[in-house]
């Protein structure tokens, strides 16, 4: 089973839909889970942390359940300047000897359209 | 407040020439990494450090040395470049003793052509 599992997608969506995307991850010792975008040919950016069961930003809503080893990533109302690749990230214990290392999914594309 | 900044951001080599990536951050974080990023496979750490003067291998270290000699800055270095390494190349920092907390923030990323 990989570490890091995504939905490559992409997802094709028009402007104001809902979507919604989501991650699994096997280590179950996992402590960190994070959200990051990336635009093409850029570096990846901090979308969202969750750090307990979810949490929300503006439009959009992260939710952890450990049990399951999942997280979600729901955007609401979407915007043609959504349109990213979305990657799961979450911290591997004891991977690499360190806390701070994260493993990252291969991400979802998602394109909103007009 | 630059964050982290990567030099050069473009590079083309030929297969057996050297060169030194920079990445430097003014966060003041611990840790710092490289990773490379090739189509299809995802972001991949080649090294990673964990404070001044302490380095340790990642998933695909193999051709490259790294060096953290102050804790701003974190050098990749290519010894004898070959056409595998053709890739985006990000540097990440993260954690502060202050935040406890883990986000890594990327610089802009390198990309290297070796022919």
């Known amino acids: 089973r990989k570490e890091v599992e995504q939905d490559p997608g992409p997802f094709n969506v028009p402007e104001g839909a809902t979507v919604a995307f989501n991650c699994t991850y096997s280590n179950s010792a996992s402590q960190s889970f994070f959200w990051y975008r990336q635009d093409c040919r850029k570096e990846p950016k901090l979308l969202m942390s969750v750090y307990s069961s979810g949490n929300e930003d503006g439009r959009f809503t992260a939710q952890l359940n450990r049990a399951s080893q999942y997280i979600s990533l729901l955007i609401r109302d979407s915007k043609l300047s959504d349109s990213a690749t979305y990657l799961c990230v979450v911290n591997i214990l004891p991977y690499g000897g360190s806390q701070g290392n994260l493993i990252f999914g291969k991400g979802t594309k998602l394109s909103v359209k007009p | 407040n630059a964050g982290v900044t990567q030099t050069p951001k473009f590079r083309v080599l030929k297969t057996g020439q050297s060169m030194t990536l920079l990445c430097a951050q003014d966060m003041n974080h611990e840790y710092m990494y490289w990773y490379r990023q090739d189509p299809g496979m995802g972001l991949r750490l080649i090294h990673y450090?964990?404070?001044?003067?302490?380095?340790a291998k990642g998933e695909v270290p193999d051709g490259y040395n790294v060096s953290r000699l102050k804790k701003q800055n974190f050098l990749l270095g290519l010894e004898s470049a070959a056409p595998s390494q053709t890739s985006v190349y990000f540097c990440?920092?993260?954690?502060?003793?202050?935040?406890?907390?883990?986000?890594?923030?990327f610089g802009p990323g390198t990309r290297l052509t070796v022919t």
């Open positions: 450090s964990v404070g001044e003067g302490t380095t």
């Open positions: 990440a920092s993260s954690y502060t003793r202050t935040s406890g907390k883990y986000e890594q923030y």
